[in-house]
């Protein structure tokens, strides 16, 4: 196993170079197609990946941004360490679950090229009208020819140039601390290896946007251990070809394995552990896994994280703290309450964003949670600053944004959305509290931008209201008494 | 395979992840009388396997009711 130690001042081609001495033939991947199994050893991904980057590299992507998107593909991954050994950025992403303003947010980004599945082919007659974009590929017909001559995809054949640590590598999109979407620039340094990830032969069911996908495909990687890629549509049914060890997903799903599990569905005998992220974890569902005896921690950790920054002790969790201070980052409580974090795996950055700045002139990260730190290095979560909503599924929600969109229906006259376990609710105070014609207008209206809206961000429940929402001194409405 | 066919296995399946008697096609597929957005990944798995089709979780946009669902399969097979 390569640990964090063994790994420091490694870019990405250089930790490739090692896993694939380290590893060799071991399995790396393994998948489903239709009723296949495909297999892929530490070897052969290593060599694909050099080979995809050799590519990349004459097409002089270099220093540019390459979105890639899909839905839990081995080329995603390929493609996101190609990007990152010649220097790329990878930016991570999926046009399923975003908003429409989504596409605008990629023009932003002024990318040189996406990578993408075939089914998404109608949605890049857009981009192809942008002028700085090179290359438009598909997934499997991105490169028509390998290179002529094998022997340049060696360790550093084709590259002649270090790449830097502080280089950017990848992008993801947060809510961040504020609650307003960004992109995350996380440079070369945030893929060295935790050596408290756990490892072995772990399903992947987390989208490849989500950090936690890739810190735990990232960090298995380098700890030799085997990836089963899947994904939440057919996660379940995977695990019955599978029989993975470790699984990590959000709460929600950790509670539909529960019912499979319950209902005699889903065999539990191969996992040893199941993880939660994303969103504090359902005790139920918690209890239920260890009663089996499974052991099933919660990890706390953002997207300019790379990951988490906690790991649950199973010799000794304490009720209610979201895991122990890993050694990999250092943190600290602020004057004012707020968790602060540092070490290699923060972010340098949000991307285009020069006004807000969530990291300290040293190099602490300006979380946006509130908590505390125990005698025994434990950390505890008591609130957040901002108004982002965390759903059970793990989606992060500005309610702001919605609250903006539902406001411009002329029959409302205050709107608050909080959130209900896995769904959004909306409190609303209309013009003429009563009227049974303003209330249908509002439903409609709200049912009109339900048609529009990804699925986490409909609103799935309204409360109309008939007395004034409680404020504070400031005359803001107090968003708890919801 | 026919409307009415369509209505009785998506009905079927639905019952099978939110464990109730009173679902109809009227029915919000999503939030609080439905189901979860996890869930209703695990549905479309099922309802894939079953009508041999491929449904995006995109196409769920257009989807508010059981009704919606049934339409977007007869659409889809």
Request: with cysteine; glycine share 8%.
């Amino acid at each position: 196993m390569l640990t964090y130690s063994e790994c420091a001042g490694l870019n990405v081609h250089e930790l490739f170079i090692k896993i694939r001495k380290a590893y060799g033939d071991r399995p790396a991947f393994i998948w489903r197609s239709g009723d296949q199994i495909i297999r892929v050893s530490y070897e052969e991904f290593v060599g694909d990946v050099f080979e995809a980057a050799y590519h990349l590299d004459k097409k002089d992507f270099s220093g540019k941004r390459v979105i890639i998107s899909g839905r839990n593909r081995y080329e995603e991954i390929l493609y996101m360490y190609a990007a990152a050994v010649i220097g790329a950025v990878a930016v991570m992403t999926n046009f399923d679950m975003q908003l429409k303003a989504f596409q605008e947010e990629l023009h932003r980004l002024e990318p040189v090229a996406i990578i993408c599945d075939d089914e998404d082919r109608e949605l890049l007659l857009d981009f192809e009208q942008m002028p700085d974009i090179q290359h438009i590929s598909l997934m499997n017909q991105v490169w028509t020819a390998i290179p002529d001559d094998l022997s340049v995809i060696n360790d550093r054949g084709f590259l002649d140039k270090t790449i830097d640590l502080e280089a950017p590598a990848l992008m993801l999109m947060s809510s961040g601390s504020s609650g307003h979407s960004k992109w995350v620039v996380l440079p070369q340094r945030v893929f060295r290896p935790r050596d408290k990830t756990p490892s072995g032969c772990e399903q992947i069911i987390l989208p490849l946007y989500h950090v936690a996908a890739i810190c735990f495909i990232n960090d298995n990687l380098c700890h030799g251990g085997c990836t089963y890629l899947s994904d939440i549509q057919s996660g379940i049914r995977d695990m019955g070809y599978f029989h993975p060890q470790i699984v990590i997903g959000v709460p929600s799903y950790l509670r539909l394995m529960m019912k499979k599990a319950s209902a005699g569905i889903l065999d539990l005998s191969c996992f040893e552990m199941v993880g939660s992220v994303g969103a504090p974890q359902d005790p139920e569902a918690a209890r239920f896994f260890e009663h089996r005896g499974i052991s099933s921690p919660s990890f706390y950790g953002m997207t300019e994280t790379m990951g988490f920054v906690t790991y649950e002790d199973t010799e000794f969790a304490k009720p209610g703290s979201v895991g122990k201070i890993g050694d990999w980052n250092e943190v600290r409580i602020s004057d004012y309450g707020e968790i602060l974090i540092r070490g290699d795996h923060i972010m340098s950055g949000y991307y285009g964003d020069e006004v807000e700045n969530a990291l300290t002139e040293d190099g602490w990260l300006k979380t946006g949670d509130l908590g505390y730190i125990d005698e025994d290095g434990y950390l505890f979560l008591t609130g957040r600053i901002g108004n982002v909503i965390i759903l059970s599924n793990g989606e992060n929600i500005n309610p702001e944004i919605i609250e903006h969109e539902i406001s411009k229906c002329k029959a409302v006259e205050e709107i608050v959305i909080s959130g209900e376990n896995d769904f959004l609710v909306a409190h609303i105070i209309c013009r003429q509290p009563g009227d049974s014609e303003i209330k249908a207008e509002v439903k409609k209206y709200i049912a009109r931008y339900n048609k529009e809206a990804a699925l986490p961000w409909r609103i799935q429940k309204i409360y109309f209201q008939e007395i004034p929402f409680e404020r504070n001194e400031l005359g803001k409405i107090k968003r708890n008494q919801f | 395979m026919d409307r009415e066919m369509i209505e009785k296995l998506v009905l079927e399946h639905l019952k099978n992840v939110i464990d109730r008697d009173d679902i109809d096609l009227e029915m919000e597929l999503l939030g609080e009388d439905g189901i979860s957005s996890i869930e209703a990944m695990d549905l479309l798995s099922g309802l894939e396997k079953e009508f041999n089709i491929r449904i995006s979780p995109r196409n769920l946009r257009r989807v508010v009711t059981v009704e919606d669902l049934c339409d977007l399969i007869l659409e889809m097979s």
